[in-house]
């Protein structure tokens, strides 16, 4: 099984919990995890609700940023699993493809996509 999802949303999953019983249940999911830094899709409903408003003007706007995050890899490799940060693009086919030879060892892995800038988030 994959489960690609973003940083707020893998937050918000229990992530803890969710390693713990990949592990104690032998479950050989690989987790991409998106991460912007920010809840991303808050940011543009805010944004297409009021394009004038005062989140419009400002570099930061409130309840987006999710700075200073926790290294999300290492949650999964607490448990047993295989984890990756990428950083650079080159490097995901190779950090995926590793990734991907743990899960067919029957270990959990998880891949933490550093992926900033662009529109949205
Ligand atoms: C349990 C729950 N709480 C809140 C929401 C509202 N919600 C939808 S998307 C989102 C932000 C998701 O952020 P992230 O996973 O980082 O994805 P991004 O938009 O940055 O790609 C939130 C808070 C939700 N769908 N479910
Ligand atoms: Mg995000």
């Not at 989140?55 to 984890?83: H, M, V, W």
Request: charge should be negative.
């Amino acid at each position: 099984m994959i489960s690609i999802l973003g940083d707020g949303s893998y937050i918000f999953s229990n992530p803890v919990a969710v390693h713990h019983a990949a592990q104690m249940h032998k479950l050989p999911v690989l987790f991409v995890v998106i991460n912007n830094a920010m809840w991303g899709a808050v940011r543009r409903a805010t944004l297409g609700m009021y394009p004038q408003g005062e989140a419009a003007k400002s570099n930061k706007p409130p309840f987006i940023d999710l700075d200073d995050l926790p290294a999300f890899e290492t949650i999964c490799t607490a448990s047993g699993g295989y984890g990756e940060r990428v950083e650079d693009p080159a490097a995901l086919p190779g950090a995926l493809q590793r990734a991907l030879d743990a899960v067919d060892r029957g270990q959990q892995a998880l891949v933490n996509v550093i992926s900033r800038g662009g529109a949205g988030g």
